[in-house]
């Protein structure tokens, strides 16, 4: 018997981290499981954010720990195509450098 165990094998669009169009209390939990799964299975974590038009406070506190907690193992934390809704949520809380959110279009880091 092989006594080693070795992390499941999850397709990669099931670890996809798009957030929802309304980010709430509710897919918090969801978001915070496969926010561990990619930082235990993949070199960087890439969040699509592409489709939020409401993000509220849960999620961004999920997002600011998995970007602190990415910065200390050495992992890339980019937020690909935010969305404006969800850029102009980020900056009003003043949150875009905690995020790593660039003055560009794109994926930012």
Known sequence: ????QSQPEIAPEERSLRLPANGTTVIADDLRVRLVLAADLDDEIVVDASE???VGQAVLQLLLA???EAE???????ISNP?????????AFGLRDALGLQDQEGSVQ
């Open 52 to 54: 939020v038009e409401n």
């Open 1 to 4: 018997m092989n006594s080693t």
């Open 66 to 68: 998995a970007r602190a």
């Open 83 to 91: 969305s404006r809704a969800f850029t102009d949520r980020v900056t």
């Open 72 to 78: 200390q193992t050495g992992q890339q934390f980019i």
